[in-house]
């Protein structure tokens, strides 16, 4: 089925340790976002990727770096991993036209402890 | 700064009644705004999309206007069902200052159809 993927779905890291959250979409969309969501904050965006090769930061970049690794592909990395970045993490896709909605994947819930 | 607000923040009704959701945008120079569902941990899934340019979609039994004048959009579930038990949430897409199309999501109605 076409959409949005993401991997892994659930994570649970050591302060301190790094990983890096994957997303792919199989839509040929140029724009990608990463989210995350908390209770009662509702989803921050993170970073963007307007297109291939550009990415911007969003509203809460701190402590995040992104790849755009290809039209399809782009990842997200905790360098450095604190418990403040417990959450649920969601990428999204869409077309450059407002015409479009976003496509949204099914998330990745972390916890660090 | 756009700030999106969704009230109530949780809603239990009984099978069968029609039902109303709320989401209010403080600016109104907005491209679309979309609805989402989102079923506990799960992704978001997309039900309506409207354009600023009109008033309302439709799809099967939900129904959403926009009034972009006064920064309200209303998601209408006709006939609901223990089906329909989520959270639902608002979103606006707007230009912002550095050419990127913004999108701020409220912080979402968590409804509960009791059977």
């Known amino acids: 089925n076409a959409g949005v993927t993401q991997t892994p779905k659930f994570q649970v890291l050591k302060t301190g340790q790094s990983m890096t959250l994957q997303c792919a979409q199989d839509m040929n969309h140029n724009s990608m976002y990463w989210y995350r969501q908390d209770p009662g904050m509702g989803l921050r965006l993170i970073y963007y990727?307007?297109?291939?090769?550009?990415?911007d930061k969003g509203e809460v970049p701190n402590g995040y770096n992104v790849s755009r690794l290809n039209k399809r592909e782009f990842s997200l990395r905790l360098e450095s991993a604190a418990p403040s970045q417990t959450s649920v993490y969601f990428c999204?896709?869409?077309?450059?036209?407002?015409?479009?909605?976003?496509?949204f994947g099914s998330g990745t819930r972390l916890t660090v402890v | 700064k756009q700030e999106v607000t969704q009230i109530p923040a949780a809603l239990s009704v009984p099978e069968g009644e029609n039902l109303v959701l709320n989401c209010s945008f403080t600016?109104?120079?907005?491209?679309?705004l979309q609805w989402f569902r989102q079923d506990p941990g799960k992704g978001l899934t997309s039900l309506l999309l409207?354009?600023?340019?009109?008033r309302e979609q439709t799809s099967g039994r939900l129904n959403a206007s926009l009034d972009k004048s006064s920064g309200r959009s209303t998601l209408y579930i006709a006939a609901s069902q223990p089906g329909d038990s989520a959270t639902y949430l608002c979103a606006v897409r707007i230009m912002n200052s550095g050419g990127y199309q913004k999108v701020t999501f409220g912080t979402g109605t968590k409804l509960q159809v009791i059977p």
């Open positions: 409207i354009q600023s340019s009109q």
């Open positions: 600016d109104s120079a907005i491209y679309n």
């Open positions: 990727s307007a297109s291939e090769g550009t990415t």
């Open positions: 999204a896709s869409g077309r450059d036209s407002h015409l479009y909605g976003y496509t």
